[in-house]
């Protein structure tokens, strides 16, 4: 860890519904420039699982380091049971660098709702999602009035009452600041100098959430141009599974106007869906570089650690299915990048098996505070220091069902015992349930979930 400063700065950059699929990650159709960059300058993790393959489980996951909840509302019942009692859970990842000397703070979409708050509109100060974790948490909704309203935005201030009548896809001529993340990241910027420019507040610990490429699908025109007529690659394994899966019915998107499933059964106008899904990665890409470029301008890019994460996955027709909510491997892997100064061979990525619960300890490491030791993850240091480290099986969860994925299988285990195990070496990969020809194997992958719980 040679080159960090005692107390750096932390900067976590969160994207929702990102895929892993970006120029760095192996992906040449995407155009992804600002993402790779900072990818060139840190380690990227190939194999990143998070925990649930939902934004509130997920995000409990990233900010607490514990496994928890399966549900968009784990961060509120965890605020709601301190409120009871204020040592019922540990501290936070924000809370634990609060305690130990950081100013803490968060913009945009961090914890499941942005803003960090909840109520009618998810404004109300009273109700915080994330109790004594942040100095200040902040959603400025602009002409989208409120953060409920911000969520699912749409160009110039639309916001989403009746799913049915909002086009889930949708390119409007303008500038980035036309969609909620474009003055979103103004508003980060504005409060990087706050925090560089007062000496009062060093060092923070600043988390930034960038709303798309989350539903519905909108983005300024002039991020699909470097799609536009292009052919992506066909989509692998598009058929929905015969057999007893994690199969849903992607209610979620088909609920946007222009995303019926029978319109999605046309080849071309589903890749038109994926045009405008790449379009707005393209316009998440830039926000990040806008404010890496702040962080430079600030004279801070030497003095921070900086990750950037996705929050789950996203399936692009794979399984027959357009969302998440499922434990397949589309729903649960997605991009991971940390880069700090001096990281030794900054751009190597790494195959290293690793999960969203170890950024906590991470970060503890890297900033040389004392180690938290109720994070349920492992530090990440030794896949700094080394590409060539290896990682460990990744856990996940959602609803009542369990996932261990290995460097060559998957096991997915239902509430009433019901197994699904794929192997990744072959062609098949999570189309054909092994369980009932690999008894052994499932016994063995099964009792390390047990271990797991316990």
């Known amino acids: 860890m040679a080159g960090i400063p005692a107390k750096p700065n932390v900067l976590l950059i969160c994207i929702d519904d990102l895929r892993p699929e970006l120029r760095s990650f192996g992906v040449d159709y995407i155009s992804s420039p600002h993402i790779d960059a900072l990818a060139d300058q840190g380690r990227g993790f190939r194999r990143h699982y998070v925990q649930a393959p939902t934004c509130g489980a997920s995000r409990y996951a990233l900010l607490t380091g514990q496994y928890g909840g399966s549900s968009n509302s784990a ?43 909840g109520g009618p509109d998810w404004d109300d100060e009273a109700i915080p999602e994330m109790p004594n974790s942040w100095d200040r948490h902040i959603l400025e909704a602009g002409d989208w009035q409120h953060p409920r309203g911000w969520m699912h935005g749409l160009a ?40 560089t420019g007062d000496e009062s507040v060093k060092p923070f610990f600043m988390a930034f959430g960038i ?14 141009e470097p799609y536009a007529g292009v052919e992506l690659p ?51 890409d830039a926000q990040v570089g806008r404010i890496m470029q702040r962080l430079d301008e600030l004279g801070q890019r030497e003095n921070t650690i900086v990750v950037l994460w996705g ?17 397949f491997e589309e729903s649960l892997r997605s991009p991971l990048i940390i880069s700090y100064p001096g990281m030794p061979d900054p751009g190597e990525m790494t195959d290293a098996m690793v999960e969203t619960i170890d950024i906590f300890p991470t970060l503890v490491e890297l900033a040389k505070l004392p180690a938290p030791a109720h994070a349920s993850g492992v530090s990440l240091v030794p896949m700094l220091a080394s590409a ?31 197994l699904e195990l794929y192997d990744h070496r072959t062609p098949e990969g999570e189309t054909k349930n092994l ?13 390390q979930i047990e271990t797991r719980l316990r």
């Open 435 to 447: 369980a009932e020809s690999q008894p052994e194997l499932a016994a063995e992958l099964l009792a």
């Open 211 to 224: 709303l798309r490429p989350h539903l519905p699908f909108g983005a300024p025109a002039k991020y699909m």
């Open 75 to 117: 961060l509120f019942e965890r605020a709601e049971k301190l409120a009871e009692k204020p040592d019922a859970f540990p501290p936070s990842m924000p809370a634990w660098f609060r305690q130990h000397g950081y100013t803490t703070v968060s913009v945009g979409k961090v914890s499941h709702y942005p803003g960090g708050r």
């Open 234 to 284: 066909a989509t692998p394994h598009p058929e929905k599974p015969g057999g007893r899966t994690t199969w849903h019915k992607s209610g979620e998107f088909y609920k946007y106007n222009l995303l019926e499933p029978e319109r999605m059964a046309d080849p071309e106008f589903a890749m038109e869906v994926r045009r405008h899904y790449a379009a707005c990665v393209s316009y998440a």
């Open 388 to 418: 060539e480290a290896s990682g460990h099986p990744a856990f996940g969860y959602f609803k009542n069902e369990r996932t261990l994925r290995t460097e060559t299988h998957r096991l997915i285990v239902h509430e009433d015992g019901y």
């Open 156 to 195: 110039h201030g639309e916001i989403r009452g009746d799913a049915t009548k909002m086009d889930g896809i949708q390119l409007v001529e303008g500038p980035d600041s036309i969609y909620p993340d474009g003055t979103n990241t103004e508003v980060a910027m504005a409060e990087l100098e706050r925090l």
């Open 311 to 327: 929050d789950h996955g996203w399936h692009l027709g794979e399984h027959d299915i357009w969302g998440k909510h499922a434990l």
